[in-house]
């Protein structure tokens, strides 16, 4: 399974898996952290699915790919949001900050429930 720079995603990525580009039977999901890619293995391997694992570079950065079999599609999407979920960044970092933002929504709906309640 080796790519090179042909594997495009186009403008927008909108999901790290595409179409294997010479055998139908597989799609081809693709990681660009290490440790991302490190633990969808160690997911499939634990849920017994098949796999093949390359590594190909795009734009000069290393790109982890995996060629799995289009039946095995649904556990494996499981595991690709699992192993996605585990690396992302939090939206708002910090706990205090989060806390203000549900803070704030509240307020918003309280003053919104007051003002309707005021004009009736």
Do not use: C
Request: aromatic content about 16%.
């Amino acid at each position: 399974m080796t790519y090179g720079s042909g594997l495009d995603e186009g403008m927008l990525r909108v999901a790290n898996y595409k179409n294997h580009p010479t055998n139908e039977y597989y799609k081809v999901f693709f990681f660009y952290k290490k440790e991302q890619a490190d633990y969808f293995a160690t997911l499939l391997k634990d849920n017994n699915i098949w796999f093949e694992q390359d590594e190909a570079e795009r734009a000069g950065e290393p790109m982890y790919l995996f060629g799995i079999k289009k039946k095995d599609l649904d556990s494996v999407h499981k595991l690709n949001n699992i192993a996605i979920g585990k690396f992302r960044p939090k939206l708002i970092p910090s706990k205090s900050g989060r806390i203000a933002l549900v803070v704030f929504g509240f307020l918003v709906i309280a003053l919104s429930v007051i003002g309707y309640l005021k004009s009736r």
